[in-house]
Nanobody
């Protein structure tokens, strides 16, 4: 059974940084596309960033230049480095594994506030 477990969320001041992790079990992810999404209170879930097995990445305009997606295939783990955080980045962050049956993690809360 495939499981994705996010971690690394928390409370941070504006301008601060956090690094999220998404550990996968039950499947080797190195050949799969993975992504980060987020959902703010009262809003729909939105796409943040994608990384393909080739290493090609893409970012939403709202996070471009501040966030970096990466993966460690040896650890079967996806990451999201978030710098220069803003209050509008506050959300629950989810990782997603793209296979014939997409898988989602349970989410990790990120709160950016002074």
């Amino acid at each position: 059974q495939v499981q994705l477990v996010e971690s690394g969320g928390g409370l941070v001041q504006p301008g601060g940084s956090l690094k999220l992790s998404c550990a996968a079990s039950g499947k080797i992810i190195r050949l799969d596309t993975m992504a980060w999404y987020r959902q703010a209170p009262g809003k729909q879930r939105e796409w943040v960033s994608t990384i393909h097995s080739s290493g090609v990445t893409a970012y939403a305009d709202s996070v471009k230049g501040r966030f970096t997606i990466s993966r460690d295939n040896a650890k079967n783990t996806l990451y999201l480095q978030m710098n220069s955080l803003k209050p509008e980045d506050t959300a629950v962050y989810y990782c997603k594994l793209f296979t014939s049956t997409p898988y989602w993690g349970q989410g990790t809360q990120v709160t950016v506030s002074s």
